[in-house]
C-alpha cells in the first residue's frame, strides 16, 4: 500500500518527502484555504514539483461542463496532476470525458460501493472512500474499503482505491489490512505512525549506555 500526504502545507510536504515514503499528494479547496492563499495554480505547482507522483487537485465546479473546462486547465499545470471530481451525476459525465481524454481522475467524495463502482464504470483513476466521515456518521467506513477493493479485484477494474479522511494510524493500518492501494493521510498521522515510546525508550537507553562507557 502506497501512502500520500493530505494537506496543502508545503513545509509539510517537503519535511515528508524526506522521508522516501510518500507517493503523493491530496489536496482540496479547505487544504488550501488553510494555508491562507486562494492561489491554488501555484500551490499545485509547488506541491508537484517536490512530489512527482499523483497530486489530487479537486475542481470547484459543479456542473459537468464546467468542471471539464476546470479540469483542464487544473490539469495543464502540471504532468502529475489528477483531477478531483465529486461523486455526483454530473461528476460522472466529467469523469467520462475527461478520462477519453487522458486526463487522469480521482473521484472524490465516495460514500457508496455503488458510487465506487459507477466511478471505475466512467473512468476515475482513482476512487476516494472517507472513512472518517463514514465513521462519524455511524457506519464503517473501513468495511466500505474492503469491499470495493474486493469487487475492484472481482471485475479485475484498473481503479486503485484511495482510502481517505484517515483520522489517525489505526485507520491507516486498517487501510492496509483491507486492501487499499493506498491511504491518504494528515501529517500529524504520518508522524503518529512513526513514533512508539518503547523506540523512544531504546535509543535513549542506548545513548545513556554508551555515555557510560565512553567517559
Known amino acids: 500500500m502506497q501512502i500520500f500526504l493530505d494537506t496543502a502545507n508545503i513545509d509539510q ?11 503523493g499528494v491530496t489536496t482540496n479547496p479547505t487544504l488550501v484555504s488553510n494555508e491562507k492563499t486562494s492561489d491554488y495554480e501555484t500551490v499545485t505547482r509547488t506541491i508537484c514539483s517536490i512530489i512527482p507522483g499523483s497530486v489530487s487537485v479537486e475542481v470547484l465546479a459543479e456542473d459537468s461542463d464546467s ?28 469523469i467520462s470525458a475527461l478520462s477519453k481524454e487522458n486526463i487522469a481522475v480521482n473521484m472524490t467524495l465516495c460514500f457508496s460501493l455503488n458510487q465506487a463502482l459507477l466511478g471505475a464504470l466512467a473512468g476515475a483513476a482513482y476512487v476516494s472512500p472517507f472513512v472518517g466521515r463514514l465513521d462519524d456518521a455511524g457506519h464503517d467506513g473501513m468495511q466500505l474499503v474492503s469491499d470495493i477493493v474486493g469487487v475492484f479485484k472481482y471485475y479485475d477494474f484498473p481503479t486503485r482505491v484511495i482510502a481517505a479522511s484517515i483520522r489517525h494510524p489505526q485507520h491507516c493500518l486498517a487501510a492496509a489490512e483491507a486492501g487499499a492501494d493506498i491511504a491518504t493521510v494528515p501529517y500529524s498521522v504520518l508522524m503518529q505512525m512513526i513514533r512508539h515510546p518503547l523506540t523512544d525508550i531504546g535509543v535513549a537507553r542506548f545513548l545513556a549506555d554508551w555515555r557510560r562507557v565512553s567517559q
Open 13 to 23: 510536504i517537503r519535511q515528508a518527502a524526506k522521508l522516501g515514503v510518500i507517493s
Open 67 to 94: 468542471m471539464i473546462k476546470e479540469a483542464r486547465v487544473k490539469a495543464s499545470w502540471a504532468p502529475n496532476v489528477t483531477i478531483k471530481i465529486p461523486a455526483t451525476a454530473d461528476g460522472l459525465q466529467a
